[in-house]
């Protein structure tokens, strides 16, 4: 999801190189944002039932250059 402008989209991820803070839209995606804008990233998975009783989420915050800030299982307000 872009912050910036409301789109929401699906696409793949491309690794590039480690510690560059580099995230690009590519190909029909790259339409649906601009350099500097606030991306939000999310993956989907599928759980059993037992799986869900013990799922934790992962959430990573980044600041402005994309170096990590944060790791944890809630959001911190």
């Not at 998975?45 to 989420?57: A, G, R, T």
């Not at 600041?63 to 809630?74: E, F, L, P, R, Y």
């Amino acid at each position: 999801s872009n912050l910036n402008n409301g789109e929401r989209f699906e696409t793949y991820l491309i690794p590039g190189k480690r510690g560059s803070g580099d995230m690009c839209l590519n190909g029909p995606t790259a339409r649906k944002g601009a350099k500097g804008d606030k991306i939000i990233v999310f993956c989907y998975e599928y759980y059993n039932e037992q799986e869900l009783k013990i799922f934790k989420p992962n959430i990573v915050l980044v600041d402005d250059h994309n170096k990590i800030v944060s790791v944890g299982h809630t959001i911190k307000e």
